[in-house]
């Protein structure tokens, strides 16, 4: 027999604990039930995928490479004061400060013309 040490997160590894108590199993046969699905798929027995950018995202990244190919379609500034002082012909932002226990949170609205 083997051992297998590895380094976990208290959360995680309490969590897991009890859905394999709530099984019947033990932490030593999820972990061999795991390895053998490796061996069975020969792969990882879930899906592994990176975050997905959403429908809102997308939408920005496309608004971004559309500026970079045709930044005369698009309004620059050639500093912060001048984008400040444009910002402010637009819209008024209205700041709150609001005490949640120990944490200081700002609010913020924006008021578009």
Same mark, same amino acid.
């Given at each position: ?57 997308? %939408?920005?990244?496309? @608004? /971004?490479?559309?500026?970079?190919? !045709?930044?005369?379609?698009?309004? +620059? =500034? %050639?500093?912060?004061? @001048? /984008?400040?002082?444009?910002?402010? !012909?637009?819209?008024?932002?209205? +700041? =709150? ?17």
């Amino acid at each position: 027999m083997a051992n297998v040490n590895v380094r976990i997160n208290n959360d995680i590894k309490a969590n897991a604990e009890n859905v394999f108590k709530r099984l019947g199993i033990t932490p030593t046969t999820a972990i061999t039930l795991f390895y053998n699905q490796v061996i069975r798929t020969n792969s990882i027995p879930f899906e592994l995928k990176a975050d997905v950018p959403n429908d809102t995202t997308k %939408k920005a990244i496309s @608004e /971004l490479d559309d500026m970079k190919k !045709n930044p005369d379609k698009y309004k +620059s =500034y %050639k500093n912060v004061d @001048e /984008l400040m002082e444009a910002l402010n !012909n637009w819209f008024i932002i209205q +700041s =709150y400060w609001f005490v949640l226990g120990n944490n200081k949170l700002l609010f913020r609205s924006f008021l578009f013309f």
